[in-house]
């Protein structure tokens, strides 16, 4: 089992930065890919980006290459996402997901709880 805890959200201007933490309980996290996603009001749940589980990949959705970084400390049994130049439209709940695999992530073994960022223009 995976407990996963995001936090870092809140309220940002546009252009500005947050980033964001997913802390996982267990000690096989480096066992398992981990993404992010996130789901505005009356829209499906989008992927973000993703890493694979020793950090040497990283995926991106288009919407958010070259704006948003993500990383893992295996160490600390978190993954970050670092939004710069955020935009409204990047407004959401953020998900952290975890799965043995990168193409698994959508469908993901386990999920957090989310967190709120809100951009305003």
């Known amino acids: 089992q995976v407990q996963l805890v995001e936090s870092g959200g809140g309220l940002v201007q546009a252009g500005g930065s947050l980033r964001l933490s997913c802390a996982a309980s267990?000690?096989?996290?480096?066992?398992?890919?981990m993404g992010w996603f996130r789901q505005a009001p009356g829209k499906e749940r989008e992927f973000v980006a993703a890493?694979?589980?020793?950090?040497?990949?990283?995926y991106y959705a288009d919407s958010v290459k070259g704006r948003f970084t993500i990383s893992r400390d295996n160490a600390k049994n978190t993954v970050y996402l670092q939004m710069n130049s955020l935009k409204p439209e990047d407004t959401a709940v953020y998900y952290c997901?975890?799965?043995?695999?990168?193409?698994?992530?959508?469908?993901?073994?386990?999920w957090g709880q989310g967190t709120q960022v809100t951009v305003s223009s």
């Open positions: 267990g000690r096989t996290f480096s066992s398992y890919a």
């Open positions: 997901a975890a799965d043995a695999s990168v193409a698994g992530l959508s469908g993901g073994s386990y």
């Open positions: 890493i694979s589980r020793s950090g040497g990949a990283t």
